[in-house]
Structures are given as C-alpha cells and as structure tokens.
C-alpha cells in the first residue's frame, strides 16, 4: 500500500505519517528530509550560495540520503538535529524549486516506494511522487497555529524565535511551495481534505485511521 499525505508547513504531516506507518507496520520516508539534508549539505560546503544551482545540483548528485529509524544520515553522517535548524528550513524551498534536484528526489522516492509498503509527507507525494497512491490526504491548518506549533518546537529546542517572525517565515514558505514550478503544493482532487486547526494528533490520527479501515475492507 501507498499512503500520500499532502499539506503545507506546520500541518502536522509528519508527526501523523510517523503514528500511521507505525501502526500498520509501513515505512515513513520523510521526503522533507531529504530536501532539507540538500540544504544542510549546501550550506555546510559552499555557505549560503542559493542562487548557484550548478553546484546545488552537484552537492544532490553526491549526497547519500539513508533513513534508519528515526534518524536521517547524510554521506553516513547523523543530521538528524541539523536538518530541523531554522536557516536549514529557511532555505529548504529554494533547493525544493530546482528541476534537477526535485527530479533525483523524486526518483529515489519512487524507486523506494516500488518495494515496501509506504507512507510519504510533502508537498507534491499524491500528484507527483505518487499518483497512483491507494489513498491521498491534504492536511491543512490556519497560519497563526501552524506558527504557534513552530514556535512550540523551537522553544523545546532553546530557539526563542518571535511568533511573528516565525509566521513570516511559514508564509514565504508557503508562497514559494504553491508558485513554484516543479512539484508545487496542490490537492488533487482525490485527496481527503483534513483540517487540523484546533484539532490534537490523536483526533487527526483517529479521523485519518477511520478512512484507512475503510478502505483496507
């Protein structure tokens, strides 16, 4: 089975792609991650040179991206921690909009999802990752709560971010996730619209169990 949950920045998707590959026994490929440890690389080997896709481009060519359990390991090295740093998420969508990055990603994805039983988180997992994708889910959730759930996050790690910056920041990203042109945040059609303001993990969790059940008879 292959699972696609869709949705902006702060909508809960990897925390409930986690508790659902965890319940039925599927892997969770975070595909976020994967853009991200590309950021972290880029930073780490040439600084904050965002606008020189060559060498963007070569730095993904030479990654080596493995999932183990919850940790993400870039070229053997644990990133775990420096993929979620906010300069690392600032620039996340400027390695996300570039055709030949999005297109080895895309292919490593693929490639993963042909042999094991997947959930996958992102932005474009249901249109283009995965189309074929036996069930797709678009989480969404007003701005403000994506931004207090950040903050939450950053405050546990000491980061004492302002909300207001921290909401700027979200909507940058989301401008640049929906008008990008490859891979842009869209809900097809067929996906299963689930608004999460106001709502906990496990209400969220229950909600999308319920159509799982449903559809695995």
Known sequence: M?????????????TIAKKIAKTYDMTYLDTGAMYRCIAHCVL?????????????IRIAQETVIQFKGDLVFCNNKDVTK????????????????????????????????????????GRDIGSVVLPEAELKF??????????????????AKGNDKALEEIKKDI??????????????????????????????IDDVYDEIIKHINEALG
């Open 138 to 155: 678009f989480l969404d959730a007003d701005i403000l709560e994506r931004a207090k759930r950040r903050k939450k996050e950053l405050d």
């Open 2 to 14: 292959q699972i696609a949950i869709d949705g902006p920045a702060g909508a809960g998707k990897s």
């Open 171 to 200: 909507e940058n990203r989301d401008m640049n996730d929906r008008n990008r042109t490859e891979g842009p945040l869209i809900q097809v059609a067929e996906a299963i619209v689930i608004d999460t303001t106001g709502k906990s």
């Open 44 to 56: 780490d080997q040439i600084g904050d040179q965002f606008d020189n896709e060559a060498e963007i």
């Open 82 to 121: 420096e993929i979620r740093t906010p300069l690392v998420s600032l620039h996340t969508s400027d390695i996300a909009k570039i055709k030949a990055v999005r297109d080895l990603m895309v292919r490593q994805q693929r490639d993963y999802a042909k042999d094991h039983a997947v959930v996958m988180d």
